[in-house]
């Protein structure tokens, strides 16, 4: 996936509504990659915005990044990195096996 990215669409984000998995994806202005703790530190940040008593996010934010992340039924996950030289930019996927963020269920 991320190499189609790469080699077909500069590395800009690809659309995984359709993936069997749950996908997280961070694009960077950095033709040198970043360290994987890197992009979970951005995934993560949206934790600010979720309230887990409620099971939402405030208001005008988007917390599903975040959930993914820390969803406690995910058993497998795989993550793959592109740098594009050209654009010098590099692009981070994470796929989740099985996928989180199921409505009605809270992520931990």
């Known amino acids: 996936m991320v190499r189609y990215q790469r080699n077909n669409l500069a590395c800009q984000f690809a659309n995984l509504t359709a993936s069997k998995y749950g996908g997280n994806q961070l694009w960077s202005g950095s ?3 970043v360290a994987p703790r890197t992009a979970v530190q ?4 949206e934790k600010n915005f979720y309230n887990h008593s409620t ?5 005008n934010h988007e ?7 820390v969803w406690r039924k995910t058993a ?3 993550c793959s990195q592109a740098i594009c030289v050209k ?5 981070t996927i994470c ?4 996928p989180g963020n199921v409505i009605g269920e809270t992520p931990y």
């Open 87 to 91: 654009e010098k930019a590099s692009l």
């Open 76 to 78: 497998e996950l795989g």
């Open 55 to 59: 099971n939402t996010c405030v208001s």
């Open 63 to 69: 917390c599903g990044v975040y959930t993914q992340v």
């Open 31 to 33: 033709a040198s990659g």
């Open 95 to 98: 796929f989740y096996d099985p």
């Open 42 to 45: 951005e995934w993560v940040k």
